[in-house]
């Protein structure tokens, strides 16, 4: 079980286009999912915290206009890169929460999302 | 600030060994912690979680929690090279978001 799902694994794209990321619980209810961002040989960075039905939560620093994130339902949360440009090169992951298990902080993490941007 | 803080590593450990990875955090507050194994490239994946103080064993894996000291860690018992990967250590509560640590690397040498 608490198995999460991310789409695409990889995808490569040219400076200035918008890449769409989705995150999918794919056997349980995720009353909050996460977004982290890894460059290599770098730690975990989160990027925001999303929670069903309500505006996302970011970090200080990321900017929320180029990352737009939307969490339509209580199995899917979408990370959109706007206008991405090399610098946004990275592994970008998700991950869920439970909603039977809402008392507690256990996330399970999606599979990433590598995007080069040329 | 709420920090987690490992050591980076490497530690190496021979095949067969008992591999000790620790993890010290700043907030008291902190009620849940986990462990995570990222391998290189890949996410990371969810190896066990503690909550209580004491120790608590989860087949080769055993999570120790201390919250007088402040500090988490995880023995694997037997060693294999394909626990070699980089463990993170993180800390929650009350259904908040979780701090990681920068994690620690794990060789396991033949």
């Known amino acids: 079980g608490a198995v999460v799902s991310q789409h695409p694994s990889r995808v490569i794209c040219k400076s200035g286009t918008s890449v769409k990321i989705e995150c999918r619980s794919l056997?349980?209810?995720?009353?909050?999912m996460f977004w982290y961002r890894q460059f290599p040989k770098q730690s975990l960075m989160l990027m925001a915290t999303s929670n069903e039905g309500s505006k996302a939560t970011y970090e200080q620093g990321v900017e929320k206009d180029k990352f737009l994130i939307n969490h339509a339902s209580l199995t899917l949360s979408t990370l959109t890169v706007t206008s991405a440009h090399p610098e946004d090169s990275s592994f970008y992951i998700c991950?869920?929460?439970?909603?039977?298990?809402?008392?507690?902080?256990?996330?399970?993490f999606g599979p990433g999302t590598r995007l080069t941007v040329l | 600030q709420k920090e987690v803080e490992q050591n980076s590593g490497p530690l190496s450990v021979p095949e067969g060994a008992i591999a000790s990875l620790n993890c010290t955090y700043s907030d008291r507050g902190s009620q849940s912690f986990f462990w995570y194994r990222q391998y290189s490239g890949k996410s990371p994946e969810l190896i066990m979680f503690?909550?209580?103080?004491g120790d608590k064993e989860d087949g080769r894996f055993t999570a120790q929690l201390n919250k007088a000291s402040q500090y988490v860690s995880l023995l694997i018992r037997d060693s294999q090279p394909s626990d070699s990967a980089t463990y993170l250590c993180?800390?929650?509560?009350?259904?908040?978001?979780?701090?990681f640590g920068t994690g620690t690397q794990l060789k396991v040498e033949l």
């Open positions: 993180a800390g929650g509560g009350g259904g908040n978001k979780l701090t």
């Open positions: 991950s869920a929460r439970e909603v039977q298990r809402a008392s507690t902080d256990t996330q399970y």
């Open positions: 056997d349980f209810q995720a009353t909050t």
């Open positions: 503690i909550y209580s103080n």
